[in-house]
């Protein structure tokens, strides 16, 4: 029993008693009386406020929140779980990682498996070949649903759907200062229309006022952003309000990236940072040689105009009375899981949104959006998801930042055991044995001689091609406690080229082929920072300089140009193929 403090149930605050029984909230009695219970503890929450679990909406679980340049090969799954629990986030929903891996982590969390705020998960985008986020020249993985036109999305549904993604993610973006691919709005039509045949919802990535308009026309009405690219009309936040669209504004991103840009990433000097950020990430933040290109004065200015425009076209949408429900976009630079939540409830405070309004949308209204009465709630039969606070958010929306306890399904989390110097395991059955192709969290999820792959499948572990199936290459992850891995190539032609989206068809060696993110670079110019070459080039890792690829036979592709030779490099790659010198 919480005792003595001011109660938040999702609506209203008044002084209060929350009873907890199990994993259930039984009762909430307000006003001076007194609740009668039979044994259990008493906590003393005097000069306390007591909320419901807070729900992060827009989550991308496997993303750091480093620099763009900054590339890290560790999956932070577990520290990033860890944080959002200790800053009070006991639910989230996932908009968009790799889909292998976030659907296992839910199926995990459901059976019971791992500490972990309950998870909601769209999987993979539907995006446009070469839209956001999967932008021409990247492999698409288990990460992007390509949709050029309506007759792709049965295809596009037949994949997903046996999954039971929560959401359906759709991305309406052009681009902005760049010019992309987007969704045509018969391709939105038909994927509302196929989403409602299959009973769920369809929520899409918008920064303009068209898109808004177009999702509308198509019946698409929970929006992961606020347009921060111009100002919205106050026709369109009214036209918004009687459609009962919900939108998710995430003003932390922009906020982080110009303060990012601007040099004034105060909470960089906290120490207590650390316990909630991996430092690595804390470093790249602080490393000029990956910061640079947020840093020009271009960037700043951009940043700061979407900043201002997002922040204005929220307080249209709440004045025309539109849904605000919270979410934080967390991953991106300096939106750190679970801390950026409350940062963005000050900024909906900062934009004109009452302190009662801005908690409601990471309560009631955000589980609203999910379809679960028993969340974001504190009253009789919703699940015990629980976050104590020193201090009155209702007064002071950073009070959220003092935080005193938190509860998931009744039970008292240890805040300190989950700082990330602790290392603490949220597994509470650890998982062993994988076998081959078998979906693993860590390496000590696969039998012995196997490793986790970058792939996150189990395969087995390697020091060199030699010890790999043809067709395989052991490739080697900088965080794998096992070393190499034994990966399959996808198969893909080196001299055809026919990478998906506009990817480049690489060798690994042993036989192994697969699609790589290309790069611009080919006839002996740098590669790029991630060793990627235009697709028909390669990255020689010796000199970085980009190889255009030749058949050593004379059998495939064109002669080398302006009098280079091809050499061959079969005995590398176990493919009859060379490159031009």
Known sequence: MLKGGTVFDGSRAARATVVIEGDRVKRVVFGERDAEVAGGEVVDVAGKTVLPGLIDLHVHSLSVAGPYAYIDGDLHLEDHTKAMLRAGVTSYLDLGSSQRVIFEQRARIDAGEVLAPQLFAAGPLLTATGGHPCYHGDPPGDFCLFID??????????????????????????????????????????????AAAAGVP???????????????????????????????????????????????????????????????????????????????????LRDPSLVGELRTARYQELSRTSRDHAAANLFTCYEAGVTIAAGSDAGNPAVFHGLALRRELA??????????????????AAADVLGRPDLGRLEEGALADVLVVDGDPLADIRALERVSRVYKSG?????????????????????????????????????????????????????????????????????????????????????????????????????????????????????????????????????????????????????????????????????PVGVCE
Request: with cysteine.
């Open 149 to 194: 036109a309506p007759g792709d999305v049965a295809a596009a549904f037949e994949a997903l759907l046996p999954k039971r993604p929560d959401v359906i993610k759709i991305v309406l973006e052009s681009g902005g200062s760049r010019t992309l691919p987007r969704l045509s709005r018969p391709s939105v039509t038909a994927i509302a229309e196929a």
């Open 411 to 575: 039970v008292l989390l240890d805040r300190d055991a989950l700082a990330l110097p602790r290392k603490t395991s949220l597994a509470r059955e650890p998982r062993t044995g994988g076998g081959p192709g078998e979906t693993c969290l860590a390496a000590s999820e696969c039998a012995p001689a196997r490793s986790c792959s970058s792939a996150q499948v189990c395969a087995a572990t390697c020091i060199d091609a030699a010890g790999c199936a043809p067709g395989s290459a052991c490739l080697f992850d900088g965080g794998s406690p096992t070393g190499g891995s034994c990966v399959e190539g996808d198969g893909c032609d080196l001299f055809a080229q026919d990478c998906e989206n506009g990817a480049a068809c690489v060798f690994w060696g042993n036989g192994a082929t697969s699609c790589w993110s290309a790069g611009k670079g080919s006839g002996g110019q740098p590669c790029d920072a991630s060793f990627a070459c235009a697709p028909g080039s390669m990255c020689d890792w010796a000199s970085r300089a980009c190889r255009d690829l030749c058949d050593p036979r004379g059998e495939r592709g064109e002669a080398c140009p302006g009098g280079k030779r091809c050499v061959d490099r079969a005995a590398i790659a176990g493919l």
């Open 347 to 364: 900024l909906l405070v900062e934009a004109g949104m009452p302190p009662a309004a801005a908690l409601a949308a990471a309560t009631r």
């Open 202 to 284: 369809v929520i899409a990535h918008a920064t303009e006022a068209v898109d808004i308009e177009d999702a509308l026309d198509a019946g698409v009405t929970l929006f992961a952003h606020v347009p921060d690219q111009e100002r919205i009309s106050p026709e369109l936040a009214r036209r918004m309000a009687a459609a009962r669209a919900v939108v998710i504004p995430t003003l932390v991103v922009m906020d982080g990236l110009y303060r990012t840009a601007s040099g004034a990433l105060t909470e960089l000097d906290d120490p207590s940072l650390a316990d909630d950020v991996p430092a690595d990430v804390i470093a790249a």
